[in-house]
């Protein structure tokens, strides 16, 4: 396998996850929907309010490698919900089904060998999409350690869990 095909490999399985942490899908089976909206033991967030600031910020890296005319949000009121809003059941699959069609649009542009992962993006300040797709799975790997202690904390693993 020659070293471009390796890197891409690589990043593939980055932001696929399940190396040294879990999978969005493991991280949310069996989530029980009374405790969606629920804020964790002296804490200010929900578990849905986590995902889907992983989603925001997923969504906007994803915009900022495709859309040449990509606008900065501002951080943190356009990367979180708001701290009183509360998701349905339908909300709550909304979002976990746009983490994971982002990711696979994500994967897509590595996939292709077309792509200059080493190319500096046009509306950044010499940022390429190698150092995104870093961001961006390191940013979600650090929150889904965070959301499986979420769960441990709030009791809401279910039975057999480890």
Do not use: C
């Not at 578990?47 to 994803?62: V, Y």
């Amino acid at each position: 396998m020659d070293r471009d095909n390796a890197l891409r490999s690589h990043l593939i399985s980055l932001i696929e996850g399940g190396n040294a942490h879990m999978t969005i899908t493991e991280a949310v089976k069996d989530f029980p929907e009374e405790g969606i909206n629920a804020v964790f033991p002296n804490g200010t967030y929900s578990p849905w309010h986590l995902l889907e600031h992983m989603r925001l910020a997923q969504w906007d890296i994803l915009d900022f490698i495709k859309n040449p005319d990509y606008k900065e949000r501002e951080w943190p009121k356009d990367y979180w919900p708001s701290p009183t809003a509360k998701a349905t059941r339908k909300d709550w699959d909304g979002t976990i089904r746009k983490l994971d069609s982002d990711s696979a649009e994500l994967k897509k542009i590595v996939k292709d060998p077309k792509t200059d992962l080493y190319a500096k993006l046009p509306n950044g300040t010499g940022q390429t999409i190698l150092r995104e797709i870093l961001v961006v799975s390191d940013h979600n790997a650090y929150h889904l350690g965070e959301f499986a202690i979420l769960r441990q904390v709030m009791g809401t693993w279910g039975k057999g869990h480890r």
